[in-house]
Nanobody, 118 residues
Framework: QVQLVESGGGLVQPGGSLRLSCVVS????????LGWYRQAPGKKRELAAL???????NYADSVKGRFTISRDSAKNTMYLQMNDLKPEDTAVYYC????????????WGQGTQVTVSS
């Protein structure tokens, strides 16, 4: 059974930093494109950052230059380093794994809350 477990969320002041982690179990993450999505209250879930199996990355315009996505194949883990956080970054952050070939193999974590407030 494939599971994704996020951690690292919390309350931080504007301008602060957080690092989110997503541990993948039950499969090798190396065959999956991995992404961080976020959903703010009353809004649709949106892609924040994506890292492909070849290490290529893609970011939403709203987080470019502030967020960095990475993956550690040895640990089957994905990270999101978030710097210069803003109140509008407040959301539940979800990790996602989508198989590079078999798109029916898609998995989500349970989400971790990030709150940016003074």
């Amino acid at each position: 059974q494939v599971q994704l477990v996020e951690s690292g969320g919390g309350l931080v002041q504007p301008g602060g930093s957080l690092r989110l982690s997503c541990v993948v179990s039950g499969t090798s993450a190396s065959a999956y494109n991995l992404g961080w999505y976020r959903q703010a209250p009353g809004k649709k879930r949106e892609l924040a950052a994506l890292i492909a199996t070849d290490g290529g990355t893609n970011y939403a315009d709203s987080v470019k230059g502030r967020f960095t996505i990475s993956r550690d194949s040895a640990k089957n883990t994905m990270y999101l380093q978030m710097n210069d956080l803003k109140p509008e970054d407040t959301a539940v952050y979800y990790c996602n794994a989508l198989h590079r070939f078999f798109t029916a193999r898609e998995y989500w974590g349970q989400g971790t809350q990030v709150t940016v407030s003074s």
